[in-house]
């Protein structure tokens, strides 16, 4: 049960941006131009980082519909999504990915453990500038959200049906607040 009252039924972050509109515009702005505006990263990729910094922060809502949305966006390729969950190391990405997701893992337990070292291996594995910044920003703007959704106890729901409509919606048509039901 969420800790403030919430439109019953609605899920996670959804519920938050019909709680307090003028503050939903923002955010889901935010998640739009760093999951689907110009980037040297593919929405995939970019998806996959915000569901790896949120399975990191163990919030089960942004993983399960940020993973569902890489998936749909990886199209033939949507097991990358399950490899990178359940084992980074192991998972088949580029280096260039690999790098991104180290970066992003220090990103979400705290900025400063992002090194020299770090930013040249992406770079060496042919990250640019713009995509290292936009690896950051996603680590630190989902980081937020996880906390966000998790510290009001928003409904999470269990079915792996509901994320995956949710993929489906958040991969064909981005991010627009909800409008009241």
Not at 49 to 58: G, H, K, L, P, T
Not at 72 to 95: K, M, N, R, Y
Not at 160 to 179: D, F, Q, V
């Amino acid at each position: 049960m969420a800790h403030i009252e919430l439109e019953a039924g609605v899920p996670g972050i959804r519920s938050l941006a019909l709680f307090r509109p003028e503050t939903a515009g923002p955010l889901y702005a935010l998640a739009e131009v760093l999951l689907r505006g110009p980037s040297t990263l593919s929405p995939a990729e970019r998806e996959l980082i915000a569901a790896y910094v949120s399975s990191r922060n163990n919030c089960v809502f942004c993983m399960s519909s940020h993973a569902a949305a890489a998936r749909c966006l990886f199209g033939d390729e949507a097991g990358t999504v399950d490899a990178v969950l359940e084992d980074v190391s192991h998972a088949p990405i580029s280096e260039k990915l690999d790098a991104l997701l180290n970066i992003a893992g220090k990103v979400q337990i705290l900025g400063k453990q992002v090194l020299p070292v770090d930013v040249e291996k992406a770079r060496a594995a042919g990250a640019d500038d713009r995509a290292i910044h936009d690896t950051v920003l996603i680590a630190a703007t989902f980081s937020m959200f996880n906390r966000y959704v998790d510290g009001l106890a928003t409904l999470t729901p269990t079915d792996p049906e509901t994320y995956a409509a949710m993929g489906k919606r958040l991969a064909e048509h981005g991010y627009n607040p909800p409008k009241k039901p």
